[in-house]
């Protein structure tokens, strides 16, 4: 694997650990000689350490051998959270601590979510690019409130707190984008 052909989601291996991509930016050179410097926001899959390096293009990376599975939130409990493989029922387990920033997102019924599976083991979990949540808490709806650019915060049934238009009430589902934590409609 190429550096050139990174993107979210991708998994390689550097110096032996495992890492995710999170976010690729792409920073191409002014000058015709240049190369293409791709920066890297990732983080390493077994000790949760936060990891960024740059990259030039036809630097070549090592491929990690992961398999995708399509999975389902079972229960929480006090050891973390168990999801079930929805092809051939294996229950996998992970801890609170392994899946922080999911946790904010994960709801009972939860769909499109996918499990990173390496050597017969859950490294962890990708959520889908959307997610539809209730708003708990916000501020009264405005009567006259348009639909222009004023928001104001709602608090979301999972604990998040997202910018929502005014009109926006209590009780309603809406839509949010589960990478950049913004509302996108109502669902």
């Known amino acids: ?7 979210r989601g991708s998994v390689f291996r550097m110096d032996g650990h495992p890492i995710m991509v999170k976010q690729v930016q ?11 410097l791709y920066k890297v926001r990732g983080q390493d899959i077994l000790s949760r350490q936060k990891f960024e390096a740059s990259f030039k293009g036809d630097d070549p990376l090592a491929d990690v051998d992961i398999s995708r599975r399509a999975v389902q939130l079972l229960y929480r409990d006090s050891d973390g959270c168990t999801f079930m493989d929805t092809d051939s029922y294996e229950q996998y387990t992970l ?14 019924g939860l ?7 390496a050597d017969g083991a859950l490294l962890g979990i990708e959520l889908p690019a959307t997610a539809v949540l209730e708003i ?6 405005m009567k006259a409130a348009s639909s222009s650019a004023r928001t104001k915060p709602a608090t979301l049934s999972t604990g998040v707190v997202v910018q929502v238009p005014e009109y926006l009430t209590p009780g309603e589902k809406i839509k949010i984008n589960v990478e950049t934590r913004e509302f996108i409609a109502r669902a």
């Open 136 to 141: 708990v808490e916000c501020a009264p709806a």
């Open 26 to 36: 792409v920073q191409t050179a002014s000058s015709r000689s240049g190369n293409t």
């Open 111 to 117: 769909e499109g979510l996918t499990a990173l599976i």
């Open 95 to 108: 801890p609170d601590e392994a899946i922080e920033e999911e946790l904010s997102f994960l709801t009972e």
């Open 1 to 7: 694997m190429k550096a050139n052909e990174l993107k």
